[in-house]
């Protein structure tokens, strides 16, 4: 057996498809990084919107009645009741620039970004080997104390940092809403077309997710329903993606979506306006999710 | 050349998908045995080529990039699916016999010409498992090719 495996191989290529058009490659990837800086700003209003929304859930969990759900709690390998110090291998340099956070995710490991990092303790997944892993830590850098949730490999990842203090409760509470929210905007991205704004709100969508299905509202049934439609390399696994088709006595629906521990994203659109078939219809959403370039 | 405008790397990444989707997405084809399934690894792997663009060319380390978002994707469930295996020539169909990490580093070893040392930091791995799986897959590979009617 010969090591030289390069002519033998390339002979069975013989009968190769046509490649997609580069132009086609191209758009998606300016629509990629727009999304990327989309989120990018989007991420520090995010951050802030969970530094009130916080202390108000954990308030929640005492039985009062009303306000909002708690999130589901998230696997945690690394769980602690207080931060002890954690052992985390320096990232290589090769990896690491000026805007690399503290903690980072390489081939779902995490790292840290240099020795000045001191890990005090760590959420969530911190050596998955799989993709778009999601953890968080509380580090100190420089005497600050930092809160640090990334989802996603370097260079794609998404990161929330703030400055706090070393309540490995509260940090806890802060990473389960930043975790949804950051994967969320990956999934999204997977499921929706194109600069996906809706054409209807979610609250007026024929569908909403119960649990991880996603289901009619009252009038409607669903007709089909397809499981993680539309998998691509920026799905998040911990989020469940359907697609249905609902009947309702005046009209029939698309409905593409996610759903991330009680965070959903909803894409509607009545029958007819892009396809008359789910399958059509996912198509030729994924089309236009992979060709916008406006 | 480090590009200095959207057109300048727009052209670069351009003149890098022509000059490598070739090669690229037989790599990925030879890993999962479906041309559809490749062709969306391949788009994948350019996506995030795109995105990281500035600091991949600054760094020389286009191809690399590429080459690991493709061995590093989930190919067991194309294999499992897929009925394409007919479309490829009798090595291809020896190879995607293979256990999924022992056909990894085999095609990084012995077809890409990868060291060692490259191939285990391709699959974050150490070098005694990239070496163990790259000739347990070749002797299996071998085994296999034996056993094929001439």
Known sequence: MTHDLLEPLESGFAEEPPHTPVAQRLAAGRRAARLRRRIATTTALVGLAALAIVPVLLRTTDGAGGGVDPPTPVPSPSFTPAPTPVHLLVAPAKYVTSGTPPVLYLYGRMYKRDRDVTVLGTFGEIDVSEAHPEGAAIVKVGGRTEWVAVVGDEPERLVAEKQDNDNYQLFMGWAQLEFPQLSGHLALAATAPGPYTPPVLDADSPAAFAGHVLVAKAGGTVLERIRQPLANAQSVPPCHAQAVRIHRPDQDWFVVGFDCRGLSGLYSEPVGVRADTLATWLAKVKKVQDEFSG | ?150
């Open chain 2, 1 to 150: 050349m480090r590009s200095t405008s959207r057109e300048a790397r727009d052209a670069a990444y351009v003149e890098f998908v022509v000059a490598r989707q070739d090669r690229l997405r037989r790599l990925a084809f030879a890993l999962c045995g479906d041309w559809d399934r490749a062709d969306e690894i391949l788009g994948a792997a350019l996506t995030r080529l795109y995105v990281a663009w500035p600091r991949l060319e600054r760094e020389g380390i286009e191809e690399p990039f590429v080459r690991r978002q493709i061995v590093r994707a989930d190919v067991d469930r194309s294999v499992a699916d897929t009925d394409a295996p007919s479309e490829a020539g009798p090595l291809a169909q020896a190879l995607l016999a293979l256990p999924v990490k022992q056909r990894r580093a085999v095609l990084l070893r012995h077809w890409l010409g990868l060291s060692v040392e490259e191939t285990a930091e391709e699959l974050a791995i150490s070098r005694s498992a990239a070496q163990a799986q790259a000739e347990h897959g070749l002797a299996a590979l071998a085994e296999s090719l034996a056993r094929e009617p001439r």
